[in-house]
């Protein structure tokens, strides 16, 4: 049971190239999020998808797009990247049943760098 | 305003001791709380969950929660150096799916 993949793990970018973040889930889960971790930050949302189709803008969207492919698969694009967007990524998914109702299950993260 | 505050870190307790783990939230329509661990270069993971006003007690963690005040707090007992690590708090108002992070608190737990 893989849980949540996200891809890649660490990528370097110089200043106005673009890449998207790729994140799967085999729960079926209706939720997906994405976040960002700098120091001292904790985790600031940046999107987050209640259901297939549906998308919405978090704490920190500017910069960012994304896209919930279908209900397994929601991807974090940079058209841009600059340097303020160097952080690591987490991706989530959230169920609502289960031992822990609501409970957010996390990727390995993606360690961002712009130079 | 931050719509969820912790108290400022680091704290360090020595091992044994209780740590006292505090988490202020400003959306009244929030529903759902939760704490989670994060150790350094890891993913956070859940440690405790509570919905309703009072205490949650689940082996050496304790969640307690006050809607009237927007105050959910996170006790550990007997602390142990497996312990030192980044505490996340997690509000949700689920009628918009939102989940809002505080900036966390660093605990060390000294030998």
């Known amino acids: 049971n893989a849980g949540v993949t996200q891809t890649p793990k660490f990528q370097v970018l110089k200043t106005g190239q673009s890449m998207t973040l790729q994140c799967a889930q085999d729960?079926?889960?209706?939720?997906m999020y994405w976040y960002r971790q700098d120091p001292g930050m904790g985790l600031r949302l940046i999107y987050y998808?209640?259901?297939?189709?549906?998308?919405d803008k978090g704490e920190v969207p500017n910069g960012y797009n994304v896209s919930r492919l279908n209900k397994r698969e929601f991807s974090l694009r940079l058209e841009s990247a600059a340097p303020s967007q160097t952080s690591v990524y987490f991706c989530?998914?959230?169920?609502?049943?289960?031992?822990?109702?609501?409970?957010?299950?996390f990727g390995e993260g993606s360690r961002l760098t712009v130079l | 305003q931050k719509e969820v505050e912790q108290n400022s870190g680091p704290l360090s307790v020595p091992e044994g001791a209780i740590a006292s783990l505090n988490c202020t939230y400003s959306?009244?329509?929030?529903?759902?709380f939760f704490w989670y661990r994060q150790y350094s270069g890891k993913s956070p993971e859940l440690i405790m969950f509570?919905?309703?006003?009072g205490d949650k007690e689940d082996g050496r963690f304790t969640a307690q929660l006050n809607k009237a005040s927007q105050y959910v707090s996170l006790l550990i007992r007997d602390s142990q150096p497996s312990d030192s690590a980044t505490y996340l708090c997690?509000?949700?108002?689920?009628?918009?799916?939102?989940?809002?992070f505080g900036p966390g608190t660093s605990l060390s737990v000294i030998p």
């Open positions: 509570i919905y309703s006003n």
């Open positions: 989530a998914s959230r169920g609502l049943t289960g031992p822990r109702p609501g409970e957010l299950f």
């Open positions: 998808s209640a259901s297939e189709g549906t998308t």
């Open positions: 997690a509000v949700i108002r689920t009628s918009y799916d939102k989940v809002i």
């Open positions: 959306d009244r329509g929030s529903q759902s």
């Open positions: 729960m079926n889960h209706n939720s």
